[in-house]
């Protein structure tokens, strides 16, 4: 799961650059345990935008993952999406992958669940779709 999305953020060009985010740093008792996490920031080298957004999510289905569910965003009053977010499932997990453009910079984060896993702590997943 973990090579699958590194390599996925790599050829997407989305730069790694919140490395705290995705430390497991979660005990065994917790479902955070569960996932496996990414945030990355735009930068002056590599731009955040809708289009890495939809970069990334190519690269995951070059991998196999499955997007069964259309697209979920949300735009401003302009029709500007600045939210964004897709749910991939494949071999016993689901990923999210979300796009945001807050006011002051753009980020893409991904989470990546275990389902197996959560079912054990008791959790199940919300889904946009």
Known sequence: MRADLDTSVADAGVQANA???????????SPLSCGVYFKGFGTDEAAVDLARFEKLVGELRKRA??????????????GVIGIAEVWLPQRGWRMSVEYRTPPDESVITVKAYDTACLKEHKVSLKTGG
Do not use: C
């Open 19 to 29: 490395p705290e985010y995705g430390e497991d740093r979660a005990p065994a008792s």
């Open 65 to 78: 993952w499955q997007q069964p569910e259309q697209r979920t965003e949300r735009k401003d009053r302009d």
